[in-house]
């Protein structure tokens, strides 16, 4: 990860809680998101892990910009030594010009994957299948948040160097605006995955639209975090 980057993130997390009106929620947000224990950031600030808690649960006053800046550094340092995962997650959604909170990861691989050993490895069950056999990267989009910020120009930058990937959609109820949206948007993906339902949740005209389009259609209602664990290990 190179310097730029890390100091870019650096500057969305620093922002983040400064502009936040619970700026130890915010921090508690990062750590976790980061998937750092409170005792083990509390070591690298050498400091006892209820001071951690207590900046988190609001029971100390909002920390300062020197504290902030302390552990913004710990968690990007602790990320590194563990082999920076995150830190290249973050960069790839920040350098493809979108907000972590819009796009959680976005990634190119080195070779294809076959869609059914992508699905089998995030635990999803696929409803349609479309008219290609793999995948050469993923997107994992807060379907929300795409759907109300992005414009269509926007949008089609989700599908990152490739048309060849599966758009995975969170934050969904049934998945009729994650379709929808996608309408506006050519060309279609070789995959949607809907997070979040099952089969029996899903917009009855989806299976619908998948087929005229000729996109795989799948849904997976495993946990979030581990999912996108999984999808960094991929392939």
Not at 16 to 22: A, E, G, I
């Amino acid at each position: 990860m190179t310097e730029r980057a890390r100091r870019d993130l650096a500057g969305k997390i620093a922002g983040d809680v400064v502009l936040s009106d619970d700026p130890g929620a915010t921090i508690r947000k990062w750590r976790t998101d980061f998937d750092i224990a409170q005792t083990r950031l509390a070591d690298e600030l050498d400091v006892s892990a209820s001071v951690v808690s207590d900046y988190e649960s609001g029971r100390r006053r909002s920390p300062g910009i020197a504290v902030v800046r302390r552990v913004i550094e710990a968690l990007l340092d602790i990320d590194e030594a563990r082999g920076g995962d995150h830190l290249r997650q973050y960069a790839r959604v920040l350098s493809a010009g979108f907000e972590g909170d819009i796009v959680r990861d976005l990634r190119e691989y080195p070779t294809a994957l076959d869609i059914g050993e992508f699905y089998d490895a995030i635990g999803a069950t696929e409803v349609v299948a479309g008219t290609q056999t793999s995948v050469a990267g993923h997107t994992v989009i807060n379907s929300i948040e795409a759907i109300t910020r992005l414009s269509s120009e926007e949008f089609y930058r989700l599908y990152g160097q490739s048309t060849n990937r599966a758009l995975v959609f969170t934050g969904v109820t049934h998945g009729e605006g994650a379709l929808v949206a996608l309408r506006v948007v050519t060309p279609t993906p070789s995959a949607v995955v809907l997070h979040g339902l099952d089969s029996d949740d899903l917009w009855e005209h989806a299976p619908t639209l998948a087929r005229a389009d000729g996109f795989s259609l799948a849904v997976v209602k495993g946990d979030l975090e581990t999912m996108l664990e999984t999808m960094g290990d991929l392939p």
